[in-house]
């Protein structure tokens, strides 16, 4: 009997389990939607350690795959900048301000579709979707847009300013105009009011929670995500959906994204983030798109490439289970050709070498918007 319980349904154990018995679903041709090509997925590990030796000519140097990267983009180091002016904290605050902007940042990175970018004040750099976001957010940020002290602690987010946020003040600091819109507006300043509600005074309030040790687990950091933010989710289990054959298929995907994310910071306290490998991979288009493009994921039906999806509909499910199940398959093929083991090349290192950076690659070529080959419509919490 299958376990549906809710502190199950929450672990990457539950994660794994249901993608494993959606793997085995497609594997013996029950899947209307899917079939597993053993070449296509030799063909994504491929084009993942492609993209993996050009990034990294030296694979040690493989850093985590988070939302940091994308605050880095263009190759800037624009938190150094912000971090002189918080030199005089301790160590502790300065992680808990870095885990209020990562927090907030990843609860705006729902894709933002193709028609959106964001023009950089100061350096005049244009970015897009998910660096795009990332430096948007930054940038509010670093105004104060989300401290309750703008103009005299303004690096720090704080629950009763982000109670008061609205679509527009989300639509200022990303520049959103008739010619500029960007997916999920509404549903990204829902996302921050609710989180201004969830009984932490602040994100980075979330240090103080894991921070009981010299060593954290990342598990531990995914479970007080899931146990002090599930109250923002639209649905009571959270990124949980139905399979009508496997049964409920939990997810976890945005709450996984900002669990990497807050490793860094963490880290940056002094203390060691370990059993990275807990963690699953990210079911979200670019991971998923790969399978897909790479042919290691062939649709059984072409409708699969020319309609619309909901988060919650049969193909969306069984394509994000086996973007874990088969990423996991991934990081074992890449680490093996490049001599290095899961210590060393944990799956979050894959992710950034790595298979994202492969489906977006693989996007660009096959479509001229650079989209997923699914259509998923967005509201702001899923992919």
Known sequence: ML???LAYLRTPVAIRERAGKILKYVVDGQSQWFQLDANGLEAAVQATLAVARERFPDPAAIPFHSRWRHFEAGGRDRWSALAERLAHLPPEEIARRRMDLAVVSVLLDAGAGAAWSYREPGTGETHARSEGLGVASFHMFANGAFSRDAKGDPLRVDAERLAALTPMDIAMGFQVKAHNPLLGLEGRAELLRKL????????????????????????TILAAVLDRLSPIWPSPRGDVWEHPVVGLV??????QWMSYSLVEPIEGAGLKVVALDALTGLPEYRNGGLLV????????????????FAPGDEAIVEWRALTVALLD?????????????????PLVKVLEAGTWFAGRR????RRPDGGPPITVESDGTVF
Do not use: C, W, Y
């Open 196 to 219: 201004g509600g969830v009984g932490l005074e602040r994100p980075g309030a979330l240090f103080d929670v894991v921070a009981t040790g010299g060593e954290v687990k990342a598990e």
């Open 362 to 365: 693989l996007a660009a070529e």
């Open 293 to 308: 493009d790479a042919g290691a994921l062939r649709p059984r039906q072409r409708v699969l490439l020319e309609k619309s």
């Open 250 to 255: 939990p997810f976890h995907k945005l709450s």
């Open 329 to 345: 398959q991934i990081a074992e093929h890449v680490r093996l050709h490049l001599g290095m083991d899961a210590q060393r090349l």
């Open 3 to 5: 376990r549906n319980d």
